[in-house]
T-cell receptor, first 114, second 113 residues
Framework: AQSVTQLDSQVPVFEEAPVELRCNYSSSVSVYLFWYVQYPNQGLQLLLKYLSGSTLVKGINGFEAEFNKSQTSFHLRKPSVHISDTAEYFCAVTRDTGRRALTFGSGTRLQVQP | DTGVSQNPRHKITKRGQNVTFRCDPISEHNRLYWYRQTLGQGPEFLTYFQNEAQLEKSRLLSDRFSAERPKGSFSTLEIQRTEQGDSAMYLC???????????FGPGTRLTVL
């Protein structure tokens, strides 16, 4: 089984500052990793994913994440945030074969302040 | 590509009543997933279909829950004899077999009084 830990439930940050949202996972098999964003009263939107290859992946809205296998981490970063980035961010993992149901972390609320 | 749609968006019901939700996936997607999300938590997997076959059910899916995808297109999730603990957002997602991205619908928010 897989599990995901998002270490920060809330991250307040000022507009135009950099931000990092932390994600650690646990799995006995190879995995794929995802970051989703959820705006209020909306479904989940995919930000980026790591399947294989380069450990630095770039996504939409200027976000990027780095896969670190030795530390079992997949932290999300953005060099300069906007007010519109205020949302809930979820890290998720799935096995790279067979069952593809996602296992999510509990989420990190990013609050961008002016 | 019209995206994944879910109906209704909101449902308020009294304890003990039955409710049914519908999910319409992206048209060519043959995999369909149901998740449940409670306040302050990430989504939790309930069940998934490949075409019309229900391939896996989570232990979260009690006997009061049943899901169908009769023609491999839309899916329904029924909860019988609802309980207050069933109050949650029910999310549907779809994907194409062999592709790894799941696309989520807007969810159905269930409130059980």
């Amino acid at each position: 089984a897989q599990s995901v830990t998002q270490l920060d439930s809330q991250v307040p940050v000022f507009e135009e500052a950099p931000v990092e949202l932390r994600c650690n996972y646990s799995s006995s098999v190879s995995v794929y990793l995802f970051w989703y964003v959820q705006y209020p009263n909306q479904g989940l939107q995919l930000l980026l994913k790591y399947l294989s290859g380069s450990t630095l992946v770039k996504g939409i809205n200027g976000f990027e994440a780095e896969f670190n296998k030795s530390q079992t981490s997949f932290h999300l970063r953005k060099p300069s945030v906007h007010i519109s980035d205020t949302a809930e961010y979820f890290c998720a993992v799935t096995r790279d074969t067979g069952r593809r149901a996602l296992t999510f972390g509990s989420g990190t609320r990013l609050q961008v302040q002016p | 590509d019209t995206g994944v749609s879910q109906n209704p968006r909101h449902k308020i019901t009294k304890r003990g009543q039955n409710v049914t939700f519908r999910c319409d996936p992206i048209s060519e997607h043959n995999r369909l997933y149901w998740y449940r999300q409670t306040l302050g938590q990430g989504p939790e997997f309930l069940t998934y279909f490949q075409n019309e076959a229900q391939l896996e059910k989570s232990r979260l899916l009690s006997d009061r829950f049943s899901a169908e995808r009769p023609k491999g297109s839309f899916s329904t999730l029924e909860i019988q004899r609802t309980e207050q603990g069933d109050s949650a957002m029910y999310l549907c997602a779809s994907s194409l077999q062999g592709r790894d991205t799941q696309y989520f619908g807007p969810g159905t928010r269930l409130t059980v009084l």
